[in-house]
């Protein structure tokens, strides 16, 4: 399973959308564990961009700290699922405490 997690100044970023890179993280998911992890430079920002763009890196899920609604439905029109509010500011912790079901999320900061 990978995961995408949006980073920026190498923590989560806050708004999806506008992130410096992604974390792309390979798991096992019945060991429960990173077994892969790739930084890949965001691309320029372009509205319904991401969704096709990280469908095509073979994510299957996203962490982020916030994301708009209309981005939201577009992931999961691509079977993406997606995970927002994240509290942790480490992408592999965060990913890590998902697979173990203990992943802590507040408020989408992103409301657009």
Same mark, same amino acid.
Request: proline share 4%; charged share 20%; glycine share 12%.
């Given at each position: =399973?990978?995961?995408? /997690? $949006?980073?920026?100044?190498? /923590? +989560? ?17 019945? !060991?429960?564990? +990173?077994? *892969?992890? %790739?930084?890949?430079?965001? $691309?320029?920002? %372009?509205?319904?961009?991401? $969704? ?9 899920? /996203?962490?982020? *700290?916030? =994301?708009? =609604?209309?981005? %939201? ?5 691509? *079977? +993406? %699922?997606?995970?927002?509010?994240? =509290?942790?500011?480490? $992408?592999? !912790?965060? /990913? ?17």
């Amino acid at each position: =399973m990978k995961y995408a /997690v $949006p980073v920026s100044g190498g /923590v +989560i970023c806050a708004h999806f959308g506008h992130c410096e890179h992604f974390a792309l993280i390979d798991t096992d998911e019945a !060991k429960r564990e +990173i077994i *892969g992890k %790739q930084m890949v430079a965001a $691309p320029e920002h %372009q509205p319904g961009l991401l $969704p096709s763009w990280l469908a095509g890196q073979g994510v299957a899920r /996203v962490i982020a *700290g916030g =994301m708009g =609604m209309r981005a %939201q439905v577009l992931f999961q029109e691509r *079977g +993406i %699922q997606v995970v927002v509010g994240a =509290m942790e500011s480490d $992408p592999e !912790k965060a /990913v890590l405490s998902h697979l173990e079901g203990r992943l802590a999320t507040g408020d989408n900061v992103c409301d657009h």
